[in-house]
């Protein structure tokens, strides 16, 4: 089966964003394909690029970069709450150089969103 994941929870905080990454491990370890990882709301925390855990706590950004990179996964912020959240590339930095987009995330629209959504079986909101 085809599954989109659409993440709400932030990085830290709660522990939907972790659950979300256990569902996203299991899934592709049963032989689904995840077409794509859309953050929201507050999700979208999860691709800011100065969020630095404690070294000894589970550094869960980093896990969606190995997990995208392993996988060939795309991780996709809202655009929206992602800038309204103070995470930016370089298209959208008011000032050149000052960005703050992790890598391995992309900022996205609602389009790349539905056309994931129609091409998918089903859909995990967390």
Known sequence: MRYVLCIKQPIYGAQGG???????????????QISQIFFFQQGTTTGNAFVYPANDEFNLQKAWQNFSQQYDVPLHLCIAAAQRRGIVDTQSAKTVGQTNLASHFVLAGLGEFSQALLESDRVLTL
């Open 18 to 32: 972790y659950l979300a990454y256990q569902i996203a491990q299991a899934l592709v370890e049963q032989g689904h």
